[in-house]
């Protein structure tokens, strides 16, 4: 039976194997900046069979205009069996009260099938276009 819960201390060396498993290796090269990242998120919620953790979301933001999905992983023998909606389904729960609640993703049609499943939309809808810049000196 796999269950939600929100978690005020996550160790590095308890979701690690998460972002291994899907090859993020933005954080997996760099597991100290993970570390950093973690206690400074504004809430992770992990999802667990048994005692095993199968899944994260991690939100930052201020919470109540802005908050912005910053991962979501399941692991891979994991996904497909409702749990990354029931983490995001959580977060958004929690904070129905914000204005916007954003995400970026890979342009997949499996990722933006998921997220319109619950209710996303792309940034086009409303006439807005998404950007970013990347220290690129790091």
């Not at 978690?7 to 760099?30: C, R, S």
Request: proline share 2%; with cysteine; charged share 20%.
């Amino acid at each position: 039976m796999i269950s939600v819960r929100k978690q005020d201390v996550v160790k590095l060396e308890d979701v690690l194997h998460l972002y291994q498993a899907v090859g993020w290796t933005n954080y997996t090269n760099q597991p100290q900046m993970l570390e950093q990242v973690l206690p400074h998120s504004l809430v992770v919620y992990l999802a667990f069979d048994g005692e095993k953790i199968v899944g994260l979301i991690r939100l930052v933001g201020d919470g109540f205009s802005s908050v912005f999905v910053q991962d979501l992983i399941v692991l891979p023998t994991y996904q497909r069996q409702g749990i990354g909606s029931a983490l995001m389904k959580q977060a958004l729960g929690d904070f129905k009260g914000a204005y916007q609640v954003q995400l970026v993703t890979e342009q997949t049609e499996k990722n933006v099938g998921f997220y319109r499943s619950i209710g996303f939309e792309t940034l086009s809808t409303y006439d807005c276009i998404g950007m970013i810049w990347i220290n690129r000196e790091k």
